[in-house]
T-cell receptor, first 115, second 115 residues
Framework: DGGITQSPKYLFRKEGQNVTLSCEQNLNHDAMYWYRQDPGQGLRLIYY???????QKGDIAEGYSVSREKKESFPLTVTSAQKNPTAFYLC??????????????FGPGTRLTVL | AQSVTQPDIHITVSEGASLELRCNYS??????LFWYVQSPGQGLQLLLKYFSGDTLVQGIKGFEAEFKRSQSSFNLRKPSVHWSDAAEYFC?????????????FGSGTRLSIRP
């Protein structure tokens, strides 16, 4: 089955530690995205990538970093510089960033809690 | 700039009753519009999308939405809700005209079903 996988489902981190969230897709999509979701709020874009070895900051990139070494993988690192990292993180992918028929498909999410 | 507003934070309807969730967007040209559904602790699932053509769009799970340019609205409807429809619903808008375009999500409407 084609889809997007995120791991782990739940993640706990101590303050001051970096942590990496995994996102893998086997849909052969070019574009991938990371969103943050807080209670009562919509999704806010952290980073996005159109192709391998290229990515751009979204609206709330501070304290986060990404890499895109493979088409199917787009890991997100939450660094110690992120002041309030406890949130639900969603990864998405689409066939082509900005295309007229572009539709984003989402993974199941990772809930990160900072202790 | 693009924006999307979901004026209802929480709606409760009785099982078997009809449903309408409101969505208003702001965009200068013809937008492309989406409705997604999210069950607790899960990722987002695409219900339907509008790109062009017929302004009444049919989606999965018996949902439909109508694009009204004059009202800048894209309301989601279902003639008879089921208990399994209880979830968070997100409206989203995108432009689709440039490689830097993004999808903007509303803050969501939580739907509860009364037995």
């Amino acid at each position: 089955d084609g889809g997007i996988t995120q791991s782990p489902k739940y993640l706990f981190r101590k303050e001051g530690q970096n942590v990496t969230l995994s996102c893998e897709q086997n849909l052969n999509h070019d574009a991938m995205y990371w969103y943050r979701q807080d209670p009562g709020q919509g999704l806010r874009l952290i980073y996005y990538s159109q192709i391998v070895n290229d990515f751009q900051k979204g609206d709330i990139a501070e304290g986060y970093s990404v890499s895109r070494e493979k088409k199917e993988s787009f890991p997100l690192t939450v660094t110690s510089a992120q002041k309030n990292p406890t949130a639900f993180y969603l990864c998405a992918s689409s066939t082509k960033l900005g295309g007229r028929t572009d539709t984003q498909y989402f993974g199941p999410g990772t809930r990160l809690t900072v202790l | 700039a693009q924006s999307v507003t979901q004026p209802d934070i929480h709606i409760t309807v009785s099982e078997g009753a009809s449903l309408e969730l409101r969505c208003n967007y702001s965009y200068g040209a013809t937008p492309y519009l989406f409705w997604y559904v999210q069950s607790p602790g899960q990722g987002l699932q695409l219900l339907l999308k509008y790109f062009s053509g017929d302004t009444l769009v049919q989606g999965i799970k018996g949902f439909e939405a109508e694009f009204k340019r004059s009202q800048s609205s894209f309301n989601l409807r279902k003639p008879s809700v089921h208990w399994s429809d209880a979830a968070e619903y997100f409206c989203a808008v995108g432009s689709g005209y440039s490689s830097a375009s993004k999808i903007i999500f509303g803050s969501g409407t939580r739907l509860s079903i009364r037995p």
